[in-house]
């Protein structure tokens, strides 16, 4: 069965209907999610949402939009829920500098700052880069020694290119809706992922994949991102299913059902 590898169901437009969703899993080919915080109240939502539902995992940290809120009251929180069974890795972090909501020096303290902090307890990192690849390899670089744990780049989008670099660091690639947009060229990026490293998300409620665009997404979906990769690779979408759930057991270690 497949695992959706990142999403925010507790996001104010899936809230509200979060147990018809994960009671439908099953049915849906779902065998697990990922709900990744972005900030203190949503890691600590989902943190709850983790310790409610068997089948949802948690990750904590704060997001690059959110760096100027990062303080010691999330360090600790983040430190202390590590310690929890079901919070599998710190994230989503990293650069953005497409919007810039934090400043950019900002952005590169809290996120080196927060690697630190994975490699202290032990857990991979979930990473958010987007415009900002550079500065992300110089800090992924000064930080080598600290990785051990894992790194996975959420809804990857640079070059099958860029993918030589980031694989210097064991990196894995999770691939969401925007792979199936019209305008997509991805079927490069898609074959120059090592099939070792490749995982699956929705971003839930974000990056709806065709044929549902401009509706929020839901894990359901994930079976177009599952569907356009084995047209892609030209293998069964089972075996697509089969190898990003290993993917994603082997790197989120912690994930047990």
Do not use: W
Not at 26 to 55: H, M, R
Not at 143 to 169: P, R, T, W
Not at 186 to 210: C, F, G, N, Q, W
């Amino acid at each position: 069965m497949i695992i959706d590898s990142h999403c925010h169901l507790s996001d104010e437009r899936l809230k509200e209907r979060i147990g018809e969703i994960v009671e439908n899993f099953e049915d849906e080919g779902i065998e697990g999610v990922v709900e990744v915080g972005f900030d203190l109240p949503s890691s600590k939502n989902a943190v709850k949402l983790s310790e409610k539902y068997k089948n949802v995992f948690a990750v904590v940290g704060t997001h690059p939009h959110d760096a100027k809120d990062y303080d010691k009251a999330s360090e600790d929180f983040y430190k202390s829920a590590a310690k929890f069974d079901k919070v599998i890795a710190i994230g989503e972090i990293g650069l953005d500098y497409y919007y810039d909501l934090s400043l950019r020096e900002v952005q590169k303290d809290v996120f080196a700052s927060q690697l630190d902090l994975a490699y202290e307890v032990g857990l991979p990192v979930v990473l958010h880069i987007r415009e900002a690849y550079k500065d992300a390899l110089d800090i992924l670089t000064a930080k080598k020694d600290k990785l051990g744990a894992g790194v996975l780049l959420h809804c990857y989008s640079s070059s099958a290119e860029m993918i030589k670099q980031f694989n210097k660091f064991n990196c894995y690639y999770a691939l969401g809706g925007a792979i199936t947009f019209k305008n997509a060229k991805k079927d490069d990026v898609i074959l120059a992922i090592p099939e070792d490293r490749l995982l699956v998300e929705t971003d839930s409620p974000y990056m709806t994949p065709v044929p549902f665009r401009g509706q929020p997404n839901e894990p359901k979906y994930i079976n177009y991102v599952v569907d356009k990769i084995a047209q892609a690779k030209n293998l069964p979408r089972e075996r697509i299913i089969e190898l990003t759930s290993e993917n994603t057991k082997r790197l989120f270690s912690k994930y047990k059902l």
